[in-house]
């Protein structure tokens, strides 16, 4: 077994051990069928919200649905973001697809962006959902 391998069996253990406490969330990062999603900023507090409910997704969807994540966000820690963004592309060269969506009435922006970007399919749904980028 690979050091990849054990890393993936090793979060997908963790990650279905903590779905398994009834009443357990996290506050920016929700499991929702078809995937999951954050409401907040991106922020080093919330990666175990996110590790649990992607990897919880990851094994109870159907493998040929793609994951979604509905991007509610005006930004935060862009290191953060790139740190999960690497675990969702480390997920895609095994095969998972990424659906990135912001949803009606809601904002991505800054470090959100980083996110939306990683989706193999990307969403912006109408009326009033924003897609900002910004530069300092």
Known sequence: MSDYQKKSACISAFALALCLVP???FAEWERTPGG???SGEIHE???TGFLVAFWAAALEEPRHAPIGLWLASDGGDEAEAFRLATVLAEAQETGVRIATVVPEGHR???ACNIL???GDERFRMEPG???LVTSD
């Open 116 to 118: 939306f970007s990683v």
């Open 108 to 110: 991505c922006s800054g």
């Open 23 to 25: 009443g357990l969330s």
């Open 45 to 47: 507090d919330g990666r």
């Open 36 to 38: 999951l999603r954050l």
């Open 129 to 131: 959902s924003d897609l």
